[in-house]
C-alpha cells in the first residue's frame, strides 16, 4: 500500500491552526498535513473528504470480491462498472470475468430497477437500499452514496459533529449518537480508514456493518488522496471488496440515454416492494459466480 509522507510536523500543524484563530478565519489544512490532536483531523476530513465533487458524474470500473459463509458458503468474483450523475440516475453493469453480463442496475429518484438478462426477469422497488439487501446486496447506503465516496465524498455519510472520540492506535475514532453511522475512524492525515453502522439507525437490534477504507494512492500536493479499495462487511459474515481499477470524473452530465435501463417489450418489472418472493425457495435471485 502506497502512502505519502506528512508534509509538517505536528508543532508546525499546531502553529498554522493558532494562526489560523488568530487572524479569525477557518484554515484549510492541506491534504498530507499529520495532525496530533483529534479535532484537528476531524477539520481535515470535513474539509477534504466532505466536499461535492468536481464534476458533474462519474465513470468507474472495479472488481469485486464478494463472500460470506451462511447459510452457504459462498464466493463471487465480478466486474462491476459504475456511471452516472452526482444528484441524478446512477448505473452499475456486473459482470463475469469473461465478459458476460450478469445484471444490469439503475437508480434513480423512483427507486431501484435490476434486470438479470440470463433469467430475464426484472425486478424494482421504490427504496434502493432496501431493494438491493432483497436482492441479496445487502449495502446500507444507496448507490449514490457510493458514487459520492469512490471520489472521496463522504459528506452524505459522516455526521457534521461528533459526540465523543478515542484514540484506536495510531488513528482517531469518533462516535455518534444517532444516524446510519455510528461510528468514523480517521487516521493521523484525516483520511477515513473505516466507517460504522446499523443498516436500521433507530433499531438497536439491527445488522451491524463496517465499510473499511483502503490503500489510499499517492497524490501530489494539495491534491486529495482517493482509495483504491474499499470494503463492506455485515456481522453475519458477508463480505464485499471493491477494487477500484479506473475512476474519471466527467465534467459534462451522461446523457439520458446513457443512463436508460430498456427492458424487453416482454418483461414487466416485480414490485419487491410487495412482498415478492420465490415460490418455491422464498430467495431471490443474486448475482453469482465462481460459487465455491
Known sequence: MSRFGPTLVPAAAAAVLILAVLSGCATRIPPGMELDTPKAAWTAFRRNYCVRPEGEGLRVRASLYYSRTTPTKRTNRT??????????????????????????????????????????????????????????????????????????????????????????????????????????????????????????????????????????????????????????SMDNGERGVLHIKSRELMLAPWPAESLALKLPGDIAPIRLDNGHADGKTGELPVIQEDKQ
Do not use: C
Open 79 to 232: 466486474l462491476v462498472s459504475l456511471w452516472g450523475d452526482f444528484g441524478g440516475p446512477m448505473r452499475l453493469d456486473v459482470s463475469a470475468s469473461i465478459g458476460t453480463l450478469l445484471a444490469h442496475i439503475r437508480e434513480d429518484k423512483s427507486g431501484l430497477l435490476v434486470f438479470y438478462p440470463e433469467d430475464n426477469r426484472a425486478y424494482a422497488h421504490k427504496n434502493p437500499v432496501l431493494g438491493a439487501t432483497r436482492l441479496g446486496m445487502p449495502f446500507p447506503f444507496s448507490l449514490a452514496e457510493l458514487a459520492h465516496t469512490l471520489v472521496g465524498d463522504f459528506s452524505g455519510l459522516a455526521p457534521r459533529r461528533y459526540d465523543a472520540t478515542a484514540s484506536e492506535g495510531e488513528n482517531f475514532a469518533y462516535t455518534f449518537d444517532k444516524g446510519l453511522v455510528r461510528r468514523i475512524v480517521l487516521d493521523r492525515l484525516g483520511r477515513p480508514v473505516r466507517l460504522e453502522g446499523r443498516t436500521v439507525p433507530k433499531r438497536e437490534d439491527a445488522r451491524q456493518w463496517a465499510f473499511a477504507i483502503d490503500r489510499y494512492e499517492d497524490a501530489g500536493p494539495d491534491a486529495i488522496a482517493l482509495p483504491d479499495k474499499l470494503t463492506l
